[in-house]
């Protein structure tokens, strides 16, 4: 390992710069982080602190925990996706007069 794969391992990302990695919200990565789920690191900052993950973590947990999420996933590959609602059939009434002889 090369010094260049050490500092892209090793590189912090915000909560928001995660978050987006992720495709979730800055919210969500936040609960998974107080949850355990994702490795973070604390660095205080004034009367705050921030939290930054690894590269490496995010990775970690890309490949251990998104791949088993989504519809596709949920539904399996031979169930027919869910009807969309402009497939909907739209029932129109009309009042239609008898034909007068």
Partial sequence: ???AETDTQDALLSLRDAAAALGLRPATVKQYILRGQLAAI?????N???LFV???EL???????????GWTNRRGPTSPAPPSPSDAPIAIARDVAAPSS
């Fill in 1 to 3: 390992m090369n010094a």
């Fill in 42 to 46: 604390r660095v205080p900052r004034g």
């Fill in 48 to 50: 705050m602190t921030r």
């Fill in 54 to 56: 690894t590269s490496a």
């Fill in 59 to 69: 990775e970690r947990y890309r490949r251990a925990s998104l791949g088993a999420q």
